[in-house]
Nanobody, 119 residues
Framework: QVQLVESGGGSVQPGGSLKLSCIASGNIFDITNMEWERQAPGKERERVATITTDGRTNYADFVKGRFTLTRHGQKEVDLELNGLESEDTAVYYC??????????????WGQGTLVTVSS
């Protein structure tokens, strides 16, 4: 089975920084795009950022230059969060589009890591 494991969440004051990491493992035949999503309390889940196999990135409008998504090889990504605000409080989920068998592709999500921004 394919598994994504996130780490790096925690509690920080407004204006602070965190670095989130995600590692994919298991029986991976191939892997393409990787993404970060987040879900704040009482709100719908939303996309944060996407990165391709060759490192091209796309960010949601609310990022406003504060976050940086990087890829290390094909199975690990980091999301650097800077200038965090209370509105950024959410569970952050890593996902990837993975070939899990000879003919089957699936989106896989991790368990999430909690980011809390408060005074």
């Amino acid at each position: 089975q394919v598994q994504l494991v996130e780490s790096g969440g925690g509690s920080v004051q407004p204006g602070g920084s965190l670095k989130l990491s995600c590692i994919a493992s298991g029986n991976i035949f191939d892997i393409t795009n990787m993404e970060w999503e987040r879900q704040a309390p009482g709100k719908e889940r939303e996309r944060v950022a996407t990165i391709t196999t060759d490192g091209r990135t796309n960010y949601a409008d609310f990022v406003k230059g504060r976050f940086t998504l990087t890829r290390h090889g094909q199975k690990e990504v980091d999301l650097e969060l800077n200038g965090l605000e209370s509105e950024d409080t959410a569970v952050y989920y890593c996902s990837a589009f993975v070939k899990v068998s000879d003919r089957s592709w699936r989106w896989i999500w991790g368990q999430g890591t909690l980011v809390t921004v408060s005074s």
